[in-house]
């Protein structure tokens, strides 16, 4: 460069790639910072000893000591259904009418029957006076013809035949007593037979046996049903259980009259131990016990499974923690323990509990906060725990 030139002024650029490595590296700190060093709020419990009720926890179905499948004693066709699953109907009501018309036809046919019988007891009666007119004036005449043979003013022929026909008529007497009798016989087989059509007349209406509900219809307008084929089943609500299944080795623990809380699917219903079954089965080892419920879910259905907690006894000296508290990772259960503000996941082991919370196996020390679970959640997070759960 001579004295004369000017010095080269240009700005120098600074490079994209360099721009491009600082806003990463920058990102880069900031994420690592906020992920790692930047408190997030999350909602957590605490590891305590609280007083718990042990429970006896298992499966149930719904149940009811008093259903029946109303069905007709008659075969027939249906004509009309008046009710549908879902309905109450009340002891007495028409539930089902098949078609009467040949039962009804049997009525009328065995009363017809009846008074034809009964007018042939009273033709026999007829016949029986008229017999035993004829047979008391044999008798006389035969009376007569000895008097006269004592005397000699008759003959032995005509005693005879005297004797002959009083004979005769004595048999026709008995003969025309028992017609009666047979006609009266008869009189009392019509009259049964009446008494069967009319019964059979009155199966083809069907009412319902008992008030309660109905929980299915198994049959339609214009099915022939044969006679024991289920049209109906019915349910009185009164009489509805939890068949609860346990363990054997819990039968020497439960009693009648122990509290019980059912779970239906979130839905929580109280009640009490309503009786034991004596039966364990053989292949599970399990026994059942039926419950009875203070009220019932706001929808139910017979075998609706339900989880039964009968509480026990109570335990002080147990450390335990809030059911939601528990998060399964690969299939691990465990706990998001917060240490010197950061969290990890611990796995633990329970062992029951209650309803609400679970007996902690692996040791914790007591306070110990748990996070809450939450798919967010990661090894080493630093969190700002509010105790949110018991």
């Known amino acids: 460069m001579t ?22 590296t920058a990102t880069a700190i900031g994420f690592v910072g906020y992920r790692y060093f930047y408190p997030k709020a999350v909602e957590a419990g605490v590891v305590s000893v609280v007083p718990l009720v042990t429970e006896a926890v298992g499966p149930a179905t719904l149940d009811a000591l008093t259903m029946t499948s109303v069905a007709s004693r008659v075969a027939g066709r249906i004509t009309e259904i008046n009710v549908d699953e879902g309905d109450h109907v009340r002891a007495g009501e028409v539930l089902v009418r098949l078609v009467d018309s040949d039962t009804r036809a049997a009525v009328l046919e065995a009363a017809a029957q009846l008074r034809a019988g009964q007018n042939a007891v009273n033709a026999a009666k007829a016949d029986l006076v008229s017999v035993r007119a004829v047979s008391d004036n044999a008798a006389r005449l035969y009376k007569r013809q000895q008097q006269l043979m004592t005397t000699g003013a008759t003959t032995q022929t005509a005693l005879d035949n005297a004797e002959a026909d009083a004979s005769q008529a004595a048999a026709e007497l008995d003969k025309a007593t028992a017609a009666i009798a047979q006609a009266e016989g008869n009189v ?3 009259r049964a037979a009446l008494d069967v059509a009319n019964a059979n007349l009155s199966e083809t209406v069907i009412r319902a046996p008992f008030d309660g509900v109905v929980v299915s219809r198994d049959q339609s307008v214009g099915a022939v049903v044969t006679a024991g084929v289920g049209i109906i089943q019915i349910v009185d609500p009164a009489s ?8 054997e080795s819990l039968i020497a623990r439960l009693d009648p009259g122990m509290t019980v809380t059912a779970d239906f699917n979130g839905e929580h219903v109280s009640g009490s131990v309503l009786r034991i079954n ?5 292949e599970t080892r399990e026994f059942s016990a039926d419950v009875k419920l203070d009220s019932l879910p706001k929808n139910w259905a017979i075998d609706q499974r339900a989880r ?19 998060d399964r990772r690969r299939d691990t259960a465990g706990l998001w323990l917060v240490e010197h503000g950061r969290i990890h996941f611990t796995p633990i082991t329970f062992a029951g509990g209650s309803l609400t919370r679970a007996v902690l196996i692996t040791p ?13 959640l990661f090894a080493y997070m630093p969190v700002k725990p509010k105790e949110s759960v018991q």
């Open 3 to 24: 004295a004369l030139q000017k010095p080269d002024r240009r700005r120098r650029r600074i490079s994209p790639i360099l721009l491009v490595s600082v806003i990463c």
């Open 188 to 190: 009392d087989a019509y």
């Open 240 to 247: 509805l259980v939890l068949s609860a299944r346990f363990d």
């Open 278 to 282: 004596r039966f364990v089965d053989t």
């Open 308 to 326: 039964v907690h009968i509480a026990m006894s109570e335990q002080t000296t147990l450390k335990s923690v809030d059911k939601e508290l528990i």
């Open 364 to 376: 914790v020390a007591d306070g110990t906060l748990a996070v809450k679970p939450d798919r967010r």
